[in-house]
């Protein structure tokens, strides 16, 4: 009986703010007229919770940069300003962008979840394979090996790798139905020989392994499978002096204190600007059961400055020093995570069967460690971006990379940037590299017997 009035007071509740929704309709103008560097995006509209992560990730899944944006939404509405480019710094002119944001953050979105969905995975004819796990040498080259020998495509996926952990989002097909993994034995294994995997380390945190067919929005999933893994905490300390004076220049600048008079906490960060940054910071903040009632964006040159008012969603400040510490912990790894680390290469070639295991395994038997990853296909063809960097932090030989790219096919790997404010050192010719990174290290002496699997494909 209980259960059926909880089910019913909910549906009473999501009526209610069908009500107030229809009655204070979103307000959403778009002004391309009165600043000469950015598109003025204006959103005004009754406020609810997780609302500004709403729109920010809304624009950000538009590949849209945030220049400037001032938030308020004190009192029961949300009245936002966002100043909007392309990633190229040109004003949004493309009717049907404008058309698409229109629609996405006004009226028509309070009733229609279809139109919310240009960052989420649709996986009804796929399977969405979510993985946490310890940093070790090669684990990449070995999941997708696994997968590619389990008859899995991997479509799409992303790789994040921080403070010694990684998490992945990996959407993939049966090789022969090119559908969804539906054989609930099937999935059972995939599950069971990727825990292997993850588990080759001898780490006190637990690998996790998840399969779905639900919607999943992958840069959202990514946040909190990595903040639910608790990589915030500090990691293995690396005795090498200046890579932790690099590491310190690095590092964002974020500050937590008390407004008391106003019982609000003053969250405010200071870093080095680069896309989707507004998005990870009220991500994290929200996840965290933040509420954020003002705040100002601003970007100058490469620097970037947030500045929040918060209060918990119990409608607390920040209690005491520890929870301050975790505000400031998690936000700094909410923007460290994505940050692109390495030499970006570029693979653009058409699809086929372990395609991502052969690329990787290359990197690997290379000594090159993949700090980040982008994997996506679309109409048979694949557009794979890797971020590497030598496994033991020195600088990569330009022969290492010809001798990669001869291999794969040089119209096919592309090197499309080299990191300028990364310090690295001239590899000694004798040093061999340490095994201390997530992807990439020769892991020549192992084999997957360490991991239960020659048994599994006997």
Known sequence: MADVSMSFSQDMDDEYEKLIRRMNP?????????????????????????ILLEVVQILTDLDLTITKAYISSDGGWFMDVFNVTHQDGNKVTDEVVLDYIQKSLGPEACF???????????????????????????????????????????LNAEVWTHNTRAAAVMEVTDDLTGSAVSDPERLSLIKSLLRNVLKGSNTPK??????????????????QMMFEDRDYENGVMVDDDSSNVQDERQRPDVCVDNWLDKDYSVVTVRCKDRPKLLFDTVCTLTDMQYVVFHGSVDTEGTEAFQEYYVRHIDGSPVKSEAEKQRVIQ?????IKRRVSEGLKLELCTTDRVGLLSNVTR????????????????????????FYVSDASGYSIDAKTIDSIRQTIGKTLLKVKNKPKDQQQREKPPSQESPTRFLFGGLFKSKSFVNFGLVRSYS
Request: aromatic share 2%; charged share 25%.
């Open 330 to 334: 998690c936000l700094e790894a909410a």
């Open 206 to 223: 637990e690998a996790k392994t998840v399969v779905s067919q639900g919607e999943v929005h992958t840069d959202r999933r990514l946040h």
């Open 26 to 50: 979103p307000r959403v103008v778009i002004d391309n007229d009165s600043c000469k560097e950015a598109t003025v995006i204006r959103v005004d509209s009754a406020n609810e919770y997780g």
């Open 112 to 154: 229609s979840t279809s139109l919310r969905s240009v960052g989420v995975i649709p996986s009804t004819d796929s399977t969405v394979i979510e993985l946490t796990g310890c940093d070790r040498p090669g684990l990449l080259s070995e999941l997708t090996a696994v997968l590619t020998h389990l008859k899995c495509s991997v």
């Open 362 to 385: 290359i990197f690997r038997e290379n000594s090159l460690t993949v700090t980040r990853a982008e994997v996506k296909t679309k109409g048979g063809k694949a557009v794979n971006t």
